[in-house]
């Protein structure tokens, strides 16, 4: 039998946790097709059947991954007690939610984004044409530029955690940027560390269209 990975082993206990967890308030968070012990939810691209035994990938055009479907369950059993509120409409960038604790090491707060920087770099109208085009495929909808931006989005991660995402073109003084930037409440859906998964999940997703997209 295979050795089980620290994912794996992790998912295992977050099954657990459905056990005793208060389906009735799936409906409040933005589950579907919500019952005593079930409910339906889309995340990155993909539809989810969560019941006390699990969660289901029922397929999708994004790309899966274990840590989506842990990021589910405490959605569900971190967000339950705050399903009837809503978010705040205000953001902020994720190391701000640590009191300092999160930081990349203090000299890169914007590490996690790395890698869409070297995909959506070069040119600057080439650049903020392939992230606009990305955009478009994961959902996200442009809405007036933040500050210094070149374009920003709007993209809800989850029905009650809507992120921000800025797009900085590169110059002849910096490189370019992709900054995301969470509602100010969202711990009240996600505690911190989970948060970070699911950022994580979402810079893997507009990587894995960016590829497709060639």
């Known amino acids: ?29 933005g589950f579907t097709e919500t019952g005593a012990d079930t409910a339906r939810i889309s995340f ?33 059993t971190h967000g339950g007690a705050a399903a009837r509120e809503e978010p705040a409409g205000e953001f902020q960038l994720l190391h701000q939610f640590s009191s300092g604790v999160f930081s990349g090491g203090g000299k890169d707060l914007n590490w996690m ?19 606009r085009q990305a955009m478009t495929i994961l959902g996200a909808v442009e809405v007036t530029a933040r500050a210094n931006a070149d374009a920003s989005f709007l ?31 969202a711990l009240d859906f996600l505690p911190f560390e989970t948060l970070a998964v699911a950022a994580g999940c979402l810079v893997g997703e507009i990587a894995h269209i960016a590829t497709d997209m060639g």
């Open 155 to 185: 993209y809800a991660l989850l029905p009650k955690l809507p992120v921000e995402i800025d797009y900085y073109a590169a110059d002849d003084e910096f490189p370019c940027e992709v900054k995301f930037l969470f509602d100010r409440r």
């Open 113 to 131: 984004a790395r890698s869409l920087t070297k995909i959506f770099g070069g040119p600057p109208a080439i650049g903020l044409a392939f992230f």
């Open 1 to 29: 039998m295979p050795v089980k990975t620290g994912y794996e082993k992790n998912y295992d206990y977050l099954v657990t946790l459905l056990l005793e967890a208060d389906f009735t308030a799936a409906a409040a968070l």
């Open 44 to 76: 990155l691209r993909r539809d989810y059947q969560m019941t006390r035994h699990g969660v289901d990938d029922l397929g999708g055009a994004g790309k899966e991954h274990i840590n989506c479907r842990g990021a589910l369950i405490y959605y569900l």
